[in-house]
């Protein structure tokens, strides 16, 4: 059960990401918007924890430094 679940964030995490990018790079959503850096970020979460817990750790510290990309990037536009 715990395994499906870190699996189910993984995919999620890809899913996330991958969805961020494209709706950004279809001028759907602009790269100041809250949507997309929350796409970002939790995708980016989604892939530490599924990483982190196969112990397959370049892709979690990756995704340690996408996340905090996005978490700063928040901060700024809600500034």
């Known amino acids: 059960m715990k395994k499906n679940l870190i699996e189910i964030f993984g995919w999620y995490g890809v899913g996330a990401i991958v969805l961020a990018y494209a709706l950004v790079s279809f001028s759907i959503l602009p790269v100041n918007s809250i949507c997309y850096q929350l796409l970002n970020g939790t995708g980016a979460v989604g892939i530490i924890v ?10 979690g ?3 340690i430094l996408w996340a905090l990309i996005a978490l700063i990037a928040i901060i700024n536009i809600l500034r």
């Open 61 to 63: 510290i990756l995704n």
């Open 50 to 59: 599924d990483s982190m817990y196969k112990k397959d750790y370049q892709p």
